[in-house]
């Protein structure tokens, strides 16, 4: 690394872990974010690496660089690794931090298990065995990590907005935001900052027709804005939105996730979370949309009664008892 004349250290975060915890998702969302990224790197190369000029070059700032590593890397030994990294930090042109992502047992293997991938210690054994070894080889480093994050009740999505609170740089004005639809049969996001329920609003579910669809097909947008009540109820969200959302400009606060619910999570939370999402991108801000539940199955037992009736109602008017 060039010593320069750069006006700022380099900014180097090393991402490990417990396999299934979320490298691989906290890497590419560091990525979008403008660092540098490397997975599966080792670490005994860091010296190396560091002697390639910063992608800044001379004339700005350097940019900063996240190296994964887990115990699949090759010559991984904790004890060893970790006094590496220390000479490291005592460069002064250097600013390391290591994060560390762990979860719970159960969760990986329910992880894994859904992926139908093996686990990489467990090829010839039960998922647990190999997770139970993997997290022994990577204690040292959870004790020794500055930063833990525990991502056994977090969603891809959810981690996502972690790692940007955590490590984006943006400067803009605005709050980042994330506009994102959910179904409550299934569950309130647990990082939502401002919910919007939208049962009130007639369910697409219960027309044959349009139930294989989701609220990104123009017919059931269609259809959602059909209901009376719809253009005053979103006028009055988007004035609030309008109230609040300087509000939290002015205290610094830098994420903000407003979900809009339905009972399933495929259609009419989908359809305004769209339209939301497009209008508060014509305001300026800059914002993520996201849609949880948007592939789940459709189960009449999770939808509530069309008019108080369990059945389908087909568009040409016939009824499915």
Not at 33 to 50: C, H, M, R, S
Not at 305 to 315: C, D, I, K, M, V
Request: net charge negative; proline share 5%; aromatic share 8%.
């Amino acid at each position: 690394m060039t010593q320069s004349s750069a006006s700022e250290s380099q900014k180097i975060l090393l991402i490990t872990g417990v396999s299934g915890a979320g490298k691989t998702t906290a890497l590419k969302t560091l990525e979008d974010l403008g660092w540098e990224t490397v997975d599966n790197f080792p670490i005994k190369l860091a010296g190396q690496l560091l002697k390639i000029p910063a992608s800044g070059g001379e004339s700005g700032p350097n940019i900063p660089l996240a190296l994964g590593f887990d115990s699949r890397t090759r010559g991984f030994d904790a004890e060893m690794l970790i006094r590496q990294i220390r000479k490291l930090q005592a460069q002064p042109d250097l600013e390391i931090m290591t994060l560390f992502l762990d979860c719970a047992g159960a969760e990986i293997e329910r992880r894994y298990a859904e992926t139908r991938r093996r686990h990489p210690m467990a090829q010839d054994r039960p998922a647990m065995d190999g997770i139970a070894m993997d997290r022994s080889m990577m204690m040292p480093f959870r004790q020794w990590a500055e930063a833990v994050i525990d991502t056994s009740k977090l969603s891809a999505h959810d981690l996502q907005v972690v790692i940007r609170e955590r490590f984006s740089s943006d400067t803009s004005p605005h709050a980042n935001i994330t506009v994102s639809s959910f179904g409550f049969s299934r569950g309130v996001p647990h990082n939502a900052d401002l919910v919007f329920d939208l049962r009130f609003l007639r369910n697409p579910h219960w027309d044959i027709d349009l139930r294989p669809m989701t609220g990104l097909d123009s017919a059931v947008a269609d259809y959602v804005a059909a209901d009376p009540k719809y253009d005053e109820a979103l006028q009055k969200i988007r004035d609030l939105l309008g109230f609040l959302l300087p509000l939290y400009d002015a205290q610094g606060k830098a994420y903000i996730n407003i979900a809009f619910g339905c009972t399933g999570g495929r259609h009419r939370s989908v359809h305004v979370t769209e339209t939301f999402g497009k209008w508060l991108r014509e305001d300026g801000f800059a914002l993520t949309v996201a849609h949880r539940d948007l592939t789940s199955r459709p189960i009449d037992a999770l939808e509530e009664p069309a008019n108080g009736a369990e059945r389908l109602t087909s568009r040409q008017g016939s009824n499915i008892t």
